[in-house]
């Protein structure tokens, strides 16, 4: 059985680049079409896995093929480094929980282990993670099931350095597209060959049977999206003009519109930036891990005393 283990829709709310957030989506996926494409590019699961929220996997959770996900934002409250654990079984009392710990992750992996909530670590060597450190990564790879080794939005080679944690750790690897834009779904994915039912899907991921297949992220795709963003950018308000042209937000959206377009070039430039930045984010990354050697044992108890 296949999964595109992360993919995220309208759902997800507003895109968190500060000088769009009032304007752009982080997502123009609709669940619907997300499960549509996923099964005609191949899939044999679907899941949705928006950021802390599940209100749009809920839309397909009737389905015997939807694994309810979610992309849990966790936070470490010494220093505010966050990162992104993908969750699977989810169902609204246990996403409560989840949203009311995850401001503390000394508090929110011991929850997940003790409701043996599928829980993978996300794109650990990118640096939307933000300042992520050793000592972190060393904090939560005892508590998680798994890695996501190949992300389809993030550069082969950071995606190699968390296939090598996995390795190192033990951990089930997957993949997932990452996917924003209808582009990437199923694009990349993970398989488990023998599996038949949801449940034997993550008992062959805990048992190390799964395999990991598609693409890797580049220039290429994240310049795709960013003109797929701004094309549903601007669809979205020019719908919402011709709804009600006469509001006093029509003189705003249309200036804004005449003055973006020529900043799709900045985007474009800016997203180039952004994957110089994750090869050094990388680098600094596998430099202090080399100086810090993972020692599980010392980190889980670190965690629980934490707790």
Same mark, same amino acid.
Not at 115 to 126: G, I, K, Q, R
Not at 253 to 272: E, Q, R, Y
């Given at each position: 059985?296949?999964?595109?283990?992360?993919?995220?829709?309208?759902?997800?709310?507003?895109?968190?680049?500060?000088?769009? @957030? @009032?304007?752009?989506?982080?997502?123009?996926?609709?669940?619907?079409?997300?499960?549509?494409?996923?099964?005609?590019?191949?899939?044999? +699961?679907?899941?949705?896995?928006?950021?802390?929220?599940?209100?749009? %996997?809920?839309? =397909?959770?009737?389905?015997?093929?939807?694994?309810?996900?979610?992309?849990?934002?966790?936070?470490?409250?010494?220093?505010?480094?966050?990162?992104?654990?993908?969750?699977?079984?989810?169902?609204?009392?246990?996403?409560?929980?989840?949203?009311?710990?995850?401001?503390?992750?000394?508090?929110?992996?011991?929850? +997940?282990?003790?409701? %043996?909530?599928?829980?993978?670590?996300?794109?650990?060597?990118?640096?939307?993670?933000?300042?992520?450190?050793?000592?972190?990564?060393?904090?939560?790879?005892?508590?998680?099931?798994?890695?996501?080794?190949?992300?389809?939005?993030? +550069?082969?080679?950071?995606?190699?350095?968390?296939?090598?944690?996995?390795?190192?750790?033990?951990? !089930?690897?997957?993949?997932?597209?990452?996917?924003?834009?209808?582009?990437?779904?199923?694009?990349?994915?993970?398989?488990?060959?023998?599996?038949?039912?949801?449940?034997?899907?993550?008992?062959? +991921?805990?048992?190390?049977? !799964?395999?990991?297949?598609?693409?890797?992220?580049?220039?290429?795709?994240?310049?795709?999206?960013?003109?797929?963003? %701004?094309?549903?950018?601007?669809?979205?308000?020019?719908?919402?003009? =011709?709804?009600?042209?006469?509001?006093?937000?029509?003189?705003?959206?249309? %200036?804004?519109?005449?003055?973006?377009?020529?900043?799709?070039?900045?985007?474009?430039?800016?997203?180039?930036?952004?994957?110089?930045?994750?090869?050094?984010?990388? @680098?600094?990354?596998?430099?202090?891990?080399?100086?810090?050697?993972?020692?599980?044992?010392?980190?889980?108890?670190?965690?629980?005393?934490?707790?």
């Amino acid at each position: 059985m296949k999964l595109d283990t992360h993919v995220h829709t309208h759902h997800s709310g507003n895109t968190s680049i500060r000088p769009l @957030r @009032r304007v752009m989506r982080e997502s123009y996926n609709a669940p619907e079409r997300v499960y549509d494409l996923a099964k005609a590019r191949g899939m044999d +699961l679907v899941t949705i896995t928006d950021h802390d929220e599940i209100s749009g %996997a809920l839309t =397909l959770a009737r389905r015997p093929d939807v694994i309810v996900g979610c992309e849990v934002t966790g936070v470490f409250p010494d220093d505010g480094v966050v990162v992104h654990l993908n969750v699977y079984g989810l169902d609204a009392t246990l996403h409560r929980a989840v949203q009311r710990l995850r401001g503390d992750v000394r508090q929110l992996l011991p929850f +997940l282990r003790r409701e %043996a909530l599928f829980t993978s670590l996300n794109h650990v060597a990118s640096g939307v993670n933000g300042p992520l450190r050793a000592e972190h990564v060393a904090a939560i790879l005892p508590w998680v099931d798994g890695l996501e080794v190949r992300n389809g939005s993030r +550069l082969a080679v950071t995606n190699r350095t968390a296939e090598c944690l996995a390795l190192a750790s033990g951990k !089930a690897m997957l993949g997932g597209s990452d996917s924003h834009t209808e582009r990437g779904i199923a694009s990349t994915w993970t398989e488990v060959p023998d599996a038949t039912t949801v449940d034997e899907f993550f008992d062959g +991921l805990r048992s190390g049977a !799964a395999v990991v297949g598609g693409r890797h992220g580049g220039v290429d795709t994240m310049s795709s999206d960013i003109v797929r963003f %701004a094309a549903n950018l601007y669809r979205e308000h020019a719908a919402a003009v =011709l709804e009600q042209p006469l509001t006093r937000r029509t003189p705003a959206l249309a %200036a804004g519109a005449i003055v973006g377009l020529p900043l799709l070039g900045v985007a474009l430039g800016a997203g180039l930036w952004h994957f110089v930045h994750e090869q050094r984010f990388n @680098r600094d990354l596998l430099f202090d891990l080399l100086a810090q050697p993972y020692r599980p044992a010392a980190a889980r108890a670190a965690v629980e005393l934490a707790a």
